[in-house]
């Protein structure tokens, strides 16, 4: 057990729609990153939270949007959700910015049908 | 650039010991990581060896690294069955401020009984 926990577990929605997706970090850890897991592949790094602010961006477009709040909860928001959006969507968690150790979810099941 | 190599498919028998092999790209890594995921689940963290270390022993696991030619194993002793899962190595990428893990594709290791 990491101590991370997210929610929901699954979800569908339909091409067009809007999610979110949330994460609760380990207490005391006031750096959260999210990774999206296409099925056969690693994690693609989305972005990065520290201390309520984006502290790094992955390739992925602004329709993928996140916050943090100050009770180590967070939140990735995707807009005009495509069909390639489908995957396994995990957040991790640290204490520090840079170099810490990251600690993960058990991820989020998004599919977009 | 950012890549991060693995072999995908590993099969060994119960008790032998495994070996899965990792190469990566960027030479400024502070950290390399190695973690498991089972079916359905996020990712574990099994070990991690700073960059300045060559060898890292963990009960049945032992992690070597070669600098050099940017080369990280992990080696898991006495295998068995629950050690069936995927694989997966991780760099800490880049010298920014950024705590952006480079995942390899991931090597699914087969234990037969």
């Known amino acids: 057990e990491t101590g991370v926990t997210q929610s929901p577990t699954h979800l569908i929605k339909t091409r067009g729609q809007q999610v979110t997706l949330r994460c609760s970090s380990q207490s005391g850890h006031n750096t959260v990153s999210w990774y999206q897991q296409a099925l056969g592949q690693g994690p693609q790094f989305i972005f990065q939270y520290y201390r309520e602010e984006e502290n790094g961006r992955g390739n992925f477009p602004p329709r993928f949007s996140g916050l943090q709040f100050p009770n180590y909860s967070s939140e990735l928001n995707v807009n005009a959700l495509e069909l390639d959006d489908s995957a396994l969507y995990l957040c991790?968690?640290?204490?520090?910015?840079?170099?810490?150790?990251?600690?993960f979810g058990p991820g989020t099941r998004l599919t977009v049908l | 650039g950012e890549d991060v190599e693995q072999s995908l498919f590993l099969s060994v028998r119960e008790g032998d010991s495994s070996v899965i092999n990792c190469t990566y790209t960027d030479s400024s890594s502070t950290y390399l990581y190695w973690y498991k995921q089972e079916p359905g689940a996020g990712l574990q963290l099994l070990t991690y060896?700073?960059?300045?270390?060559d060898m890292k022993q963990d009960q049945r696991l032992t992690v070597l690294l070669n600098k050099k030619d940017k080369h990280l194993s992990l080696r898991i002793a006495d295998t068995q069955t629950g050690d069936s899962a995927i694989y997966f190595c991780?760099?800490?990428?880049?010298?920014?401020?950024?705590?952006?893990?480079?995942f390899g594709q991931g090597t699914t290791l087969q234990v037969k009984p």
């Open positions: 991790a968690s640290s204490l520090a910015k840079s170099t810490d150790t990251q600690y």
């Open positions: 991780a760099e800490s990428y880049g010298s920014s401020n950024t705590g952006k893990l480079i």
């Open positions: 060896i700073f960059s300045n270390m």
